[in-house]
T-cell receptor, first 114, second 113 residues
Framework: ETGVTQSPTHLIKTRGQQVTLRCSSQSGHNTVSWYQQALGQGPQFIFQYYREEENGRGNFPPRFSGLQFPNYSSELNVNALELDDSALYLC?????????????FGSGTQLSVL | QKEVEQDPGPLSVPEGAIVSLNCTYSNSAFQYFMWYRQYSRKGPELLMYTYSSGNKEDGRFTAQVDKSSKYISLFIRDSQPSDSATYLCAMSARTGGGNKLTFGTGTQLKVEL
């Protein structure tokens, strides 16, 4: 069974730039969620994708956007980067139905905005 | 006020101790309760999953949920140095609009030899 994989592991960007983070879901999982984890904080829900459609969104501005592909992999795009966007970005996959609350996380992408 | 409150620690205990980690919450719609373990520079790993009130045991770990008090706990028996990590509680209401988990801030645990 293949786990959730994310790329890149680390990224350094400058304020105002754009960034794309990538995620491959765990084998058999068709739902992907993205979370932002600031230093010393718990993960915060950004959005979730199911069948290539956004299926729920947290309190994040529109410059945070995403995609899900037919193979269930996903991208998180952030435009006009701000210093406060520096965080660990986590992708999680799950399978709908009983126990769909069980999320399986990747190791994350550490984004630093200078 | 945050929906989920968790003491950030750090909590330091000797090897073999019983560890008690707790979270309180304010949203009565939460029905699903989880504990995740997160090692430094890694993603969270699901430890325990509980639906509604009650206890669940898995090896050295026991999760308790008291919905009437809006309080959940994780107990670790015979703690080991390998248990040193940050422990995150998480909750979900499954009200539609995506399966959003609401996390606590995490408690940093160190188990010392």
């Amino acid at each position: 069974e293949t786990g959730v994989t994310q790329s890149p592991t680390h990224l350094i960007k400058t304020r105002g730039q754009q960034v794309t983070l990538r995620c491959s879901s765990q084998s058999g999982h068709n739902t992907v969620s993205w979370y932002q984890q600031a230093l010393g904080q718990g993960p915060q829900f950004i959005f979730q994708y199911y069948r290539e459609e956004e299926n729920g969104r947290g309190n994040f501005p529109p410059r945070f956007s995403g995609l899900q592909f037919p193979n269930y992999s996903s991208e998180l795009n952030v435009n006009a980067l701000e210093l406060d966007d520096s965080a660990l970005y986590l992708c999680a996959s799950s399978s709908p139905g009983p126990g769909e609350e069980k999320l399986f996380f990747g190791s994350g992408t550490q984004l630093s905005v200078l | 006020q945050k929906e989920v409150e968790q003491d950030p620690g750090p909590l330091s205990v000797p090897e073999g101790a019983i560890v008690s980690l707790n979270c309180t919450y304010s949203n009565s719609a939460f029905q699903y309760f989880m504990w995740y373990r997160q090692y430094s520079r890694k993603g969270p790993e699901l430890l325990m999953y509980t639906y509604s009130s009650g206890n669940k045991e898995d090896g050295r770990f026991t999760a308790q949920v008291d919905k009437s008090s809006k309080y959940i706990s994780l107990f670790i028996r015979d703690s080991q140095p390998s248990d040193s990590a940050t422990y995150l509680c998480a909750m979900s209401a499954r009200t539609g609009g995506g399966n959003k988990l609401t996390f606590g801030t995490g408690t940093q645990l160190k188990v010392e030899l």
